[in-house]
C-alpha cells in the first residue's frame, strides 16, 4: 500500500487551494463543476476498471520485472535497425534533461533559439553527408519518409505529366519490407499504381512520374544506379533513394549520382534500437523542390535588430495553415531524436564518422572471408555492412537459425535459403568469431579464430566517397566531453520549457513529464532489442503493452487497438484509413466524403485528403460550436458517398458539445462512421469516452493526455482504438505478426511504431491509478475555468 500518492505530486493544485478556486468559478465541489460542464447524457455510470495506484517505487519494481523478460540476444538482423554505442555526454544532458525534453515546438522563435540551432545541424548534418541542397528537421521514421518522398514527386508532377494521368511509381525489389508496406500503403488511396520490378530492366513511358531505389539495397548490395537515374530522368522522372546515413561516410553520396530526393533513418546515429523506435527519419532535396517538401524546415533569417536568428521557415507548406491543400499532414515529428543525432555527429566529427563507417565495412569483409573460407557462398560482391550467405549443399537454414539461437545471436532470414548478417559500430572481433563459430559448428568444421579486423576501407573504387563533408566549424569543435557537455547547456540557456513555467499552448505541453515515467528510456532492457527478434525475445515488451492496452481500451470504451501509428497525425490517418477499408470491403468504395469542421485542427482536413477523401465543411456559430442543423443537411445531401465525420471533442475551443450523440447519430443514420480525434483526451478520462458517446474510432496522442513529453517537436505516439466494426481493419506488418484479421498494410516502419516511448505511459496510468486519472481531468477542467474565471473582467 503506497504511503505517498503519485497523484497528489502529479497533480497541481493542492488540497487546500481547491475550495478557493471552486469560489471564483462559482460553483461549491468539484462534482458541481463537471455536473455544469459535461452532458449529463454523456457521462460514465461506473469508475475505470484500472488497477490500484503504485507508488513510484512500486512501480520501478514492476518495471524491472518487465524488463526481464525481453532477452538480450545480440541482433545482426539489420533491415533499417543497428546496434549503436550511445553518447553518455547526450544521454545524460539531453534525453534525461527536462529542459530539452520539456519544450514545445519551436512556433515561437524568440524562446526557441538553442532547439532551433540543434535541429540546423542536424539539417546541415543530412545536406552533407547526402549530398542534397535541402533537408527537413526530421520525419517519423524511414518509411514514412519514402512514403512521404513518393507523393511529393506526385504533386511536383508537370502539368503536362498531370494532364496525361501519370500515375505509376517504379519501386525496386530490393528495398525493405516495411518500406514498401508503407509505400504501398500512402500509394492506394492516392490512385498510385506501383509497378515493383529490378531497377537494371524498368523501362519507362510518359505514365510514370517516379521512382524508389535503396542504398545500399535491402539484400546489402552497393549498386551503380547512374544509368537508371538517366534513363528515369530522360522520361521525366523524378529518383527518390532510400540511403544508409552511416555509409555515406565513406560511399558517394546520391546526389551525386543523379538522386532527387534522399530519405532514411537516423538510428545509427546515436539512437538505440528500442525495439522499433523512436528514431528520426530524414528528408533531403533539390533547392527547386523544397516547396513540396514535407515537414518542419530551420532557417536562418534576420530579427528585429538585424541579427542573425533562426526560425521555422515555409510554413505556409503545413497542415496548420495549408489544411486539406498542405504539403504533408505531419505536425509532431522526431525533433528530440534529430537533436540527438545531430549531436552524435558533432561530437564525432567528419573523421569520427569516417572511422565508425570503416569499422562497420571492415568488420563486414573480415566476416565475409571467414565464411567463404568455410565454405559458404557470399551473394553480395560489393557490400557495407551486409554479408548474405548461401548455405552449400547439406545445410539447412533452419540448422543455422537453431545455433545461432544456442549463441544467442539473432540474424536475418529472407525466406529466399539464404541467411543475412548485417555489422554495426560495437561488432567486436570477439562477435564475429562466435558468429564464424556458428558457421563451422553446422558445417563440421573449424573456423579461423581472427584477432583483428581485415583492412578494406572502402567497398569498390568506384563508390569511394570523394567529397568532403560536416566542414562547418560546429562538426569540428566538440570532441571532448567538456566541450560537448557545456555547447548543449550554451543552447539549452536559450531555450524555454516546463523546467522555466507553464506553456500555455495547448493539451502537448500543460502535464507533468513525471521523472519516475522517463526511466526506462535509459534502460538496456527496453533499449538493446531489434524490432524483428523472434517474439519469446520481447515478452517484456508484449507484457508492457498488453497492460497499457487494456489501460486504453477501458479509458475509451473501445475494443482493439494499434501502436503502430508514431504521430497523432499518423494515428488520425491510420483511423481514416481503418473507415475506408470498411467501407470498401462491404462493397462501398464510393463513400469517399469527410464531414469536418471549420473549428477543426488542421491534421484533420490534410489526413483526410490523404485517405483520398474528399473535405465537406460543417460550419460554425459564432461560439465554434458545431451546427447541428448544417451537419444534418450535407450528411443527408452526401448520404450515398458519406464515410466519416471527424470530430474533436470536448471542441477545439474547449467545450463539451451536448449534441455530440445527436451528430454521431446522425452521421451513423446516414451510412458513416464517426472519428474522434483524441487531442484534447485529457478532458474526458475517467468522466465520458469515444465509445459511450457513440464514435467508431479515435487515435490518442499519449505526448498530450498520457504524459510523453513533447521534446521541442516529438517524439510522440498516435495508437488507435477502434470498436468491433474496425477491429479486423488494424494495420499489419511484414516481419511481426500483428494487427487485425484483415489488416491494412502498415503504416509505420516498426510494428508497434516507437515501442520505446509506450513506456512513459504505461508508467503514468499504473502510477496515477483509475481514481488519480479522474481526478487529473476534474482538475483539469476546473483549472480551464478558474483561469477563465479569474479572466472575465478583461477578457470576453
Known sequence: MPTDKFSNRHIGPREHEIPEMLRVVGVN???????????????????????????????????????????????????????????????RNVLENPSWYTSYTPYQAEISQG?????????????????????????????????????????????????????????????????????????????????????SEAAFDNSFFGALIQYPSASGKIRDYRDFTDRAHKSGLLVGVAADLMSLAILTPPGEWGADIVVGSNQRFGLPMSYGGPHAGFFATRDDLKRNMPGRIIGVSIDAQGNHALRMALQTREQHIRREKATSNICTSQALLATMSGMYAQYHG???????????????????????????????????????????????????????????????????????????????????????????????????????????????????????????????????????????????????????????????????????????????????????????????????????????????????????????????????????????????????????????????PASAVMAGMKVVVVECDENGNISVEDLRKKAEEHKENLACFMITYPSTHGVFEAAVTEMAEIIHANGGLVYMDGANMNAQVGITSPGHIGADVCHLNLHKTFAIPHGGGGPGMGPVLVNEKLAEFLPSHPHVKTGGSHGITA?????????????????????????????????????ANYIAASLKGWYK
Open 29 to 91: 465541489t468539484l462534482e458541481e463543476l463537471i455536473d455544469k460542464t459535461v452532458p449529463e447524457s454523456i457521462r460514465l455510470k461506473n469508475p475505470l476498471r484500472i488497477p490500484e495506484a503504485m507508488s513510484e517505487t512500486e512501480y520501478l519494481n514492476h518495471l524491472r520485472k518487465i524488463g526481464t523478460k525481453n532477452k538480450l540476444y545480440r541482433s545482426f538482423i539489420g533491415q533499417g535497425y543497428y546496434g549503436v554505442a550511445q553518447l553518455s555526454v547526450v544521454v
Open 115 to 199: 532547439r532551433l540551432e540543434a535541429l540546423l545541424n542536424f539539417q546541415t548534418m543530412v545536406i552533407d553527408l547526402t549530398g542534397m541542397q535541402i533537408a527537413n528537421a526530421s520525419l517519423l521514421d524511414e518509411a514514412t519518409a519514402a512514403a512521404e518522398a513518393m507523393i511529393m514527386m506526385f504533386n511536383a508532377r508537370s502539368r503536362e505529366a498531370v494532364k496525361n494521368g501519370a500515375n505509376r511509381f517504379f519501386v525496386d525489389n530490393d528495398i525493405f519490407l516495411q518500406t514498401l508496406d508503407v509505400v504501398e500503403t500512402r500509394s492506394k488511396p492516392l490512385g498510385i499504381e506501383l509497378v515493383k520490378g529490378d531497377y
Open 350 to 604: 567528419p573523421e569520427g564518422l569516417k572511422r565508425i563507417a570503416a569499422h562497420i565495412h571492415r568488420s563486414a569483409c573480415t566476416l565475409s572471408r571467414l565464411l567463404q573460407k568455410l565454405g559458404y557462398i557470399q551473394v553480395n560482391k560489393l557490400f557495407f555492412d551486409t554479408v548474405k550467405i548461401l548455405p552449400h549443399e547439406g545445410i539447412s537454414i533452419d540448422e543455422i537459425e537453431k545455433e545461432a539461437l544456442n549463441s544467442e545471436l539473432n540474424f536475418y532470414y529472407p525466406g529466399d535459403g539464404t541467411v543475412s548478417i548485417s555489422t554495426d559500430e560495437i561488432t567486436t572481433i570477439e562477435e564475429i568469431n562466435r558468429i564464424a563459430g556458428v558457421f563451422a559448428r553446422v558445417a563440421g568444421k573449424n573456423a579461423e579464430m581472427v584477432t583483428s579486423l581485415d583492412e578494406c576501407n572502402c567497398p569498390g573504387e568506384e563508390f569511394c566517397r570523394k567529397t568532403p563533408f560536416l566542414e562547418a566549424a560546429t562538426f569540428n569543435r566538440y570532441h571532448s566531453e567538456t566541450e560537448m557537455m557545456r555547447y548543449i547547456k550554451m543552447l539549452e540557456r536559450k531555450d524555454f520549457s516546463l523546467t522555466h513555467s507553464m506553456i500555455s499552448l495547448g493539451s502537448c505541453t500543460m502535464k507533468l513529464n513525471p521523472a519516475t515515467s522517463m526511466f526506462a528510456l535509459s534502460w538496456p532492457e527496453f533499449g538493446n532489442i531489434h524490432p524483428f527478434v523472434p517474439r519469446d525475445q520481447a515478452e517484456g515488451y508484449y507484457t508492457l503493452m498488453n497492460e497499457l492496452g487494456e489501460a486504453l481500451k477501458e479509458i475509451t470504451g473501445f475494443t482493439a487497438i494499434t501502436f503502430q501509428p508514431n504521430s497523432g497525425a499518423a494515428g488520425e490517418y491510420t483511423g481514416l484509413l481503418l473507415i475506408r477499408e470498411y467501407h470498401r470491403t462491404r462493397g462501398e468504395g464510393n463513400r469517399n466524403i469527410a464531414l469536418i469542421p471549420s473549428s477543426a485542427h488542421g491534421t484533420n
Open 747 to 783: 503504416v509505420a516502419s516498426a510494428p508497434f511504431g516507437s515501442s520505446h516511448i509506450l513506456a512513459i505511459s504505461h508508467a503514468y496510468i499504473l502510477m496515477m491509478g483509475a481514481e488519480g486519472l479522474t481526478q487529473a481531468t476534474r482538475i483539469a477542467i476546473l483549472n
